[in-house]
């Protein structure tokens, strides 16, 4: 059985992980309508990582005895400056994760809840590499410029990401890969 602490704790992140997917999908939008194709395509392949992020841990909290609760969430920004400026919000977006990640760990060893806090090992995992793809991805924008050709080429490159992430979920059951 899972404390109250750890299930209030989880139920946060629940919110979080939801409301990143709600963020990327605006992102993926606004993306999507100016002009930016494959990066529209990264961030709807975004969205639903994050999908699977929150259904884990909705999955992981009533298979303990907790009770997971959909939260209502406030609506994302709809309009962004630039390209670089998405990325630089996305990757402030997922420091913000990763930190909220280690404070769940740390309230469920708080709580001696050991098995939340090996459970939680693979969000610890996975937002190294959240973190450090957005890194690249700013990096290669801020390097391909504004030219068309390096806008091209970058394109293709965030098709070739969003495939590769898309081929990765379904390659870990999605959000059936639970416990
Ligand atoms: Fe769920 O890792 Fe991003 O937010």
Known sequence: M??????????????????????????????ERNGFPGAANWLYAQTEEERIHMLKLVHYLNDRGGSAIIPALEAPAAKFKSLPDVFQQVLEHEEYI??????????CTKEKDFTSANYLQWYITEQI????????????????????????L??????????????????SGGANAVT
Do not use: C, P
């Not at 989880?10 to 963020?23: T, V, Y």
């Open 2 to 31: 899972i404390t109250k602490n750890v299930e209030k704790a989880i139920n946060e992140q629940i919110k979080r992980e939801e409301h990143s997917s709600r963020i990327y999908l605006a992102m993926a939008s606004w993306a």
């Open 98 to 107: 990763s930190a909220s990640i280690n404070e769940l760990y740390a309230t």
């Open 129 to 152: 590499e959240e973190e450090s793809s957005v890194r690249s991805i700013l990096d290669q924008i801020n390097l391909a410029g504004s030219e068309r050709g390096g806008q091209f």
């Open 154 to 171: 970058m394109d293709k490159e965030f098709n070739a990401m969003a495939a590769a992430k898309r081929a990765a979920m379904a390659l």
